[in-house]
């Protein structure tokens, strides 16, 4: 059995809305908003446990 998953994985600024920031915080809306920034790290995490043991393979 194959699985499919579609993922948005981070968050780009919207003008009036949300301001990005690089990787060190300084704001800049050439990046993504600081939800983006976690987003994005979660994802990195669930892809690559640190067990190395999915909580649900299937």
Do not use: C, Y
């Not at 059995?1 to 994985?9: A, E, F, L, Q, S």
């Not at 990005?20 to 994802?43: C, F, I, K, P, S």
């Amino acid at each position: 059995m194959k699985k499919t998953m579609v993922i948005r994985h981070a968050e780009k600024p919207v003008k009036g809305l949300a301001m990005g920031v690089d990787e060190r915080g300084v704001g800049d809306n050439g990046h993504l908003t600081v939800r983006g920034w976690q987003r994005a790290g979660a994802l990195a995490r669930f892809f690559s446990p640190v067990t190395g043991n999915f909580a649900e393979p299937p």
